[in-house]
């Protein structure tokens, strides 16, 4: 169907806002999203022709990302969150209940178009859930009586702006903090020190505080700067003192925050924003950036003003723009960019690619972005929580930083802690403190495991309690989930296999078909119909997906069965049919057709593929 002439002019606004930039296509996809409800075919033409691109470049991205939908959403667009926790505190009851209230099923929109139901992953609100998002705005608490409210006011055409706020209330929820969390800090304070030290000695304060990047990887945050700043062409001298103005570099904090179960970014950047710039700033003064990125998740839409009003507040004092600080030739700004709900764009490579505009597909490496990454020039990817970090080290010094924790995890971690237990919320612990003084504080009883670094990560039985935090025994990126005995742990790991599932990106085979395999074969046996031969099967593929895949998702995916299957075999095994079994697909003969379409006979064939639109 063509585009009426109001919606042609819309999309023309649109992408007039964006200054007509391809690079931006994300952001407009977003807005043509959230203006007619969905993105229609008519449209995809007209962005093609507006942004002088491809049509096909256009429709592989709308179809990528989960917010684009090519058929009309409702007025009122609920999303409920899928995650484990949230399911632990009742949101299927919820959504069901929300559902025959409104008289439609999960995944449909209502006949007369005002209202669509659907679910989605992880909303990083896990310690106040049942939650959800509401034409993108985070809603917490969900009830009963909270429902039969939005219900009334559905029906009532009420605008989402005249809600009742405290449905729309989302708390901080620290119970413990420490260095990070409690140091005070002004705005420009870091800054000026980095300034009065000089760039080269507050580099050598990074690097003496020993501090890791906090995303998960804890790769070693003064060589990813001194990398970038490196480049591939240049040596090293001092930028401020001797600006070298050769190559673009760009400074990007990952606040992704996709993992279920991670939601202590969303609190940094809700109540600690100005450290989290001020690090940006701090990074971009070492490696000659003159620009920066915010990636911020979709689903924490409702932190998208706050954030602005900051970097707008620190462009009035001068600790952002032009000549910073009265610094001549320091010129830094932030841009804040939003993901439309694709847990891979957390994947460095993957959030560069959305960031120009594209589809999140992991890109090969090398080159690393330190090397070539935004714009294919020298970028710094790190974690919300690593900026504010490093913003503090130069404010106090490397030494004080590194007086804490364990020789190999300096400093604190902070974890956000979810399910069973008395306390859920922000917790900021010295790297090294055992798990179970963590289960102690948080007020948990009767603990039968916990899920630490999310589905990606481990879990760890009552058996192993005494292990402790940190780069040398458990790392994470900060999701510690926590169930007691009530819970069946073949519910959680299908909750996670499905979550990898849905969330694979679909770029490679072993991936994309070993996590639906996974899904399948676990359902399969949950469900009472596997036998003997599925559970061989199950860890066949597992060990298949884990080796063969293209990037971190898929070399995780099956991290939730395997760490249960080598520790709780018994619960799989009582699952089982007394019957043998005929396998009834065989992922390695799957993959041989792709190995022999791509000439290679390794299952690496797929490393070698290049997607070009
Ligand atoms: C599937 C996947 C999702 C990821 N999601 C995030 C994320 O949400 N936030 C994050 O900081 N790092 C995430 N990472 C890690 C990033 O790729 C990268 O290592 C990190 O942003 C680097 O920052 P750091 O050095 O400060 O940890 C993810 C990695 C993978 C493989
Ligand atoms: S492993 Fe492959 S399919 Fe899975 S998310 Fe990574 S690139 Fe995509």
Redesign the pocket.
């Known amino acids: 169907m063509p585009l009426s002439e109001t919606e042609e002019n819309a999309i023309g606004e649109i992408v007039n806002r964006h200054a007509a930039d391809p690079t931006q296509l994300v952001q407009i996809l977003r807005d043509v999203q959230n203006c007619l409800r969905h993105v229609p075919p008519a449209a995809l033409d007209e962005l093609a022709r507006l942004l002088a691109i491809e049509r096909v470049q256009v429709q592989a991205v709308a179809e990528f990302y989960t917010f684009f939908s090519s058929e009309p959403r409702g007025f009122y667009d609920i999303l409920i969150s899928d995650s484990i926790t949230d399911h632990m505190l009742g949101s299927r009851e919820i959504a069901a209940y929300l559902c025959e209230k409104l008289g439609i099923q999960p995944g449909e929109t209502r006949s007369d178009g005002r209202v669509s139901v659907d679910y989605t992953s992880c909303t990083g609100m896990c310690e106040q859930g049942p939650a959800g998002l509401v034409n993108g705005y985070t809603i917490t608490r969900l009830t009963r009586d909270r429902v039969d409210r939005i219900v009334e006011l559905v029906n009532a055409d009420a605008p989402v702006d005249q809600w009742p706020r405290e449905f729309f209330a989302v708390k901080d929820n620290i119970h413990r903090a420490d260095l990070l969390l409690k140091t005070p800090f002004q705005p420009g304070s870091a800054l000026k020190w980095a300034l009065t030290r000089g760039v080269e000695s507050t580099f050598s304060e990074i690097d003496k505080s020993g501090l ?8 070693a ?1 003064s060589w ?1 700067w001194r990398f970038c700043f490196e480049g591939p062409e240049e040596s090293a001298v001092c930028p401020i003192d001797k600006p070298t103005g050769k190559v673009d570099r760009y400074v990007v904090c ?6 279920p179960g ?1 939601f202590k ?1 969303r609190v940094l950047l809700q109540s600690y924003a100005d450290q989290v710039f001020e690090g940006m700033t701090v990074c971009a003064a070492v490696v000659d950036a003159r620009q920066g990125f915010l990636y911020l ?1 979709g689903e924490y839409l409702y932190l998208y003003e706050h954030l602005k009003s900051v970097l707008e507040r620190r462009r009035q004092s001068g600790l952002l723009g032009k000549n910073i600080l009265g610094r001549d030739g320091f010129d830094f700004d932030i841009d804040i960019r939003l993901g439309a709900g694709a ?9 560069i690619e959305s960031l120009e505009g594209k589809r999140g597909i ?1 890109r090969n490496r090398p080159p690393y972005p330190v090397t070539s990454g935004y714009l294919n020039q020298p970028t710094v ?7 504010a970090a490093a913003a503090l080290i130069t404010l106090k010094g490397g030494t004080w930083f590194a007086s804490v924790g364990t020789e190999k995890s300096r400093g604190t971690k902070l974890l956000s802690i979810s399910g069973d237990c008395a306390r859920p919320g922000i917790y900021e612990y010295p790297f090294g403190t055992p798990i179970a003084e963590i289960l102690r504080d948080c007020g948990a009883t009767d603990t039968l495991g916990v899920q630490i670094g999310g589905p ?1 990560g481990v879990f760890i039985s009552e058996r192993e309690f005494g292990r402790v935090l940190g780069f040398e025994d458990l790392p994470t ?1 900060g999701s510690f989930m926590v169930f007691d005995h009530s819970r069946d742990i073949l519910e959680i790991v299908r909750n996670f296999t499905h979550f990898f599932a849905h ?1 694979s990106c679909g770029f490679c085979t072993p991936c994309r078909v070993g996590t639906s395999l996974l899904k399948d074969q676990l359902d399969k046996i949950c469900a009472g119909h596997g036998a003997a031969g599925d559970l061989v099967e199950l860890g066949h593929i597992s060990q298949l997906v884990k080796t063969t895949s293209h ?3 898929g ?2 995916a099956a991290n939730p069965i395997l760490s249960t299957l080598e520790r709780y075999p018994e619960l799989y095994e009582r699952r089982l049919k007394a019957t043998t079994f005929e396998p009834g697909f065989d992922l390695d003969s799957a993959l041989e057709v792709a190995r022999q379409m791509t000439g290679r006979d390794d299952a690496h064939a797929h490393l070698e593929q290049e997607v070009e639109l």
């Open positions: 890791r990047g906090r995303g998960g990887a804890g790769f945050t990813k990952n606040a992704d925050e996709g993992e991670t970014d998740r847990y891979i764009c957390g994947e460095e490579s993957a959030l992991p990817v790190n974690n919300v929580e690593t900026f990606s990126g969330e990037c971190g998702l070399q995780t």
